[in-house]
């Protein structure tokens, strides 16, 4: 059978939110993709300066800084310009996971990764110039569908999947996957973002990070760990994209956390029992048992039963039709699907003389 011949049944209704025709998660309606694993990049990244880019708008912020859609005064293509503050990465101990979000998004070149271009910094403030995602974050679509169906939800997580699986071939661990850090470009393909927290690991690290909802529970009492706490992560995602949120979730991070470690999860009855099983052998404290940590590593998700409908080689190509196509115009700096923010009336952007941070950011 052609593999799009069992595609789509599910389509977006006028609000952005899923209608399931067959109203069915034991359905087999979306047919997946791909394990042939992309090697490390070995793209040239550009020295670029501020001159360069007309700044548009903010698309973000954060704690460090903004991020803004620029349009390159060279060939017209808009980009998106992370910008961090020198002062407040030091001032919040933060020099060492922004060194290694630069190394990180340096070494990586996959189809689901967002590419960074190049990097450049002055006085205040480290430029970090990276590809330009129109279709907004996974976690506001949610938001607004307030949850997938069992189709669309494997669809996302087999991308995930396909991107963690890369990055550990690569001994990296991402340690932040949540929605928000997932884009979706003009075609619904997903771009995993924002490596402020990745890090080169041969064995195992210890360092707490990460966002409370999905850290995993050896993190939280300061344990070793190794990659497999991604894949605890993605079993929180699937739950959340399921179910609309996270299995964890309390009022404050503390209670998140005594939750996490207590490790009962409550599945709701309308999970299919397959979903249950993947989720219950991710879920796990017991590294002995939590997929992805074992002898065949991701090969051991992928050939879940969850899964089992996926044709993995062509997700990585992205031979499928996505279940949802974000309702942007491609190639004019559409940004529409991201929130308004106010706009700062003086950048302190490009400014030249001492700077008294400069021993800790030389690789800008």
């Known amino acids: 059978m052609d593999v799009l011949a069992q595609q789509q049944l599910i389509t977006p209704d006028n609000s952005g939110s899923y209608k399931d025709d067959n109203n069915n998660n034991n359905t087999n309606t979306t047919t997946l993709l791909s394990s042939l694993l992309p090697q490390r990049s070995t793209l040239s990244k550009g020295k670029y300066n501020l001159q360069d880019f007309q700044i548009m708008r903010t698309l973000g912020t954060g704690s460090f800084g903004r991020v803004h859609l620029v349009r390159s005064v060279h060939n017209g293509r808009y980009y998106a ?100 850090n997932i884009l979706l470009d003009k075609n619904g393909h997903i771009k995993i973002t924002d490596f402020g927290f990745a890090k080169e690991v041969d064995t195992v690290t210890w360092t707490l990070c990460g966002t409370p909802d999905y850290i995993a529970p050896e993190v939280i009492a300061t344990k070793p760990y190794n990659k497999s706490v991604d894949w605890w992560s993605l079993g929180i995602l699937i739950f959340e994209m399921l179910a609309g949120y996270t299995p964890f979730y309390d009022t404050t991070p503390i209670k998140t956390y005594e939750k996490i470690l207590s490790g009962k999860v409550v599945y709701p009855p309308f999970f299919h029992p397959e979903v249950v099983n993947l989720l219950s052998n991710l879920i796990t404290a017991d590294l002995t048992r939590r997929l992805g940590n074992l002898q065949s590593g991701s090969q051991d998700i992928k050939e879940h039963p969850w899964f089992s409908e996926v044709i993995w080689e062509k997700l990585l190509a992205k031979d499928i039709e996505t279940p949802y196509e974000p309702p942007i115009t491609a190639g004019i700096g559409d940004t529409s699907l991201f929130d308004q923010y106010p706009e700062e009336q003086h950048l302190d952007y490009g400014i030249q003389g001492d700077d008294p941070f400069d021993q800790y950011f030389r690789d800008f």
């Open 81 to 180: 310009i992370k910008v961090l503050k020198k002062q407040q990465i030091v001032r919040m101990k933060q020099i060492e996971h922004t060194n290694d979000e630069r190394r990180m998004l340096k070494l990586v070149q996959h189809p689901f990764i967002i590419r960074m271009w190049g990097t450049f910094q002055d006085a205040k403030n480290l430029f970090l110039v990276m590809d330009y995602i129109e279709g907004g974050e996974l976690f506001s679509l949610l938001r607004k569908s307030h949850r997938f169906p069992n189709p669309v939800a494997k669809f996302y997580a087999a991308e995930v999947i396909l991107a963690l699986e890369y990055l550990h071939s690569h001994n990296i661990i991402y340690r932040d996957l949540k929605p928000e």
